[in-house]
Antibody, heavy 126, light 107 residues
């Protein structure tokens, strides 16, 4: 059974950066893809981007271009989300999820998120 | 971007009710539509993929239909554990987008 365990809650100052980790077990990490989704307080779900682990191919949402970097460490089966230039509106719970329906180079039009991490609360406050 | 609009929002129902949630896409997305359930303080849980595929382990009272721009999630007989918020999500076009969510609460 695939399990995704995320790093703990973070409190950050405006303008700083945060790095959230997502460690996978029970699957084949190197052949998987992982996505990041965030949820502001009382808000809906917002897709941030996806990384295909084998070749490190990424697809970022336009809203986060220039501020987000997604990486994956095959040696430790860990995916990372790096978000810079934090502002108060970035206060949210950040989720990682495994993506089904991706090859080593791209995700098919039909793909979905079948296993999720527990979420990491990032609070941005001065 | 493809906009997804869910209705109704919210939805009040009783145990045993048949419940239908609709998700309408701003552009045709074929069958590239997934449904998730989320309970407070928990991550979303995949229920339905590719519009009608039942995720392993999900009770058969959940079903999904639709293609193109109109999709539905149906719970045939609402159980106590089904009171939650439901989201549709399209994977047809980047950026992937979610509906605004439909909260199912107790009437």
């Amino acid at each position: 059974q695939v399990q995704l365990v995320q790093s703990g809650a973070e409190v950050k100052k405006p303008g700083s950066s945060v790095k959230v980790s997502c460690t996978a077990s029970g699957g084949t990490f190197y052949s998987d893809a992982f996505t990041w989704v965030r949820q502001g307080p009382g808000q809906g779900l917002e897709w941030m981007g996806t990384i295909i682990v084998l070749l490190g191919i990424t697809d970022y949402a336009q809203n986060f271009q220039g501020r987000v970097t997604m990486t994956a460490d095959k040696a430790t089966s860990t995916a990372y989300l790096d978000l810079t230039s934090l502002r108060s509106e970035d206060t949210a719970v950040y989720y990682c999820a495994r993506v089904r329906g991706c090859s080593s180079t791209n995700c098919r039009r039909n793909h979905w998120f079948d296993h999720w991490g527990q979420g990491t609360l990032v609070t941005v406050s001065s | 971007d493809v906009q997804l609009t869910q209705s109704p929002s919210p939805l009040s129902a009783s145990v045993g009710d048949r419940v239908t949630i609709t998700c309408r896409a701003s552009h045709s997305i074929s069958n590239s539509l997934n449904w998730y359930q989320q309970k407070p303080g928990k991550p979303p849980k995949l229920l339905i993929y590719e519009a009608s595929g039942l995720q392993r382990g999900v009770p058969s009272r959940f079903s999904g239909t639709g293609s193109g721009t109109d999709f539905t999630l149906t719970i045939s007989s609402l159980q106590l554990e089904d009171f939650a918020t439901y989201y549709c999500q399209q994977s047809h076009t980047s950026p992937q987008t979610f509906g605004q969510g439909t909260k199912v609460d107790i009437k």
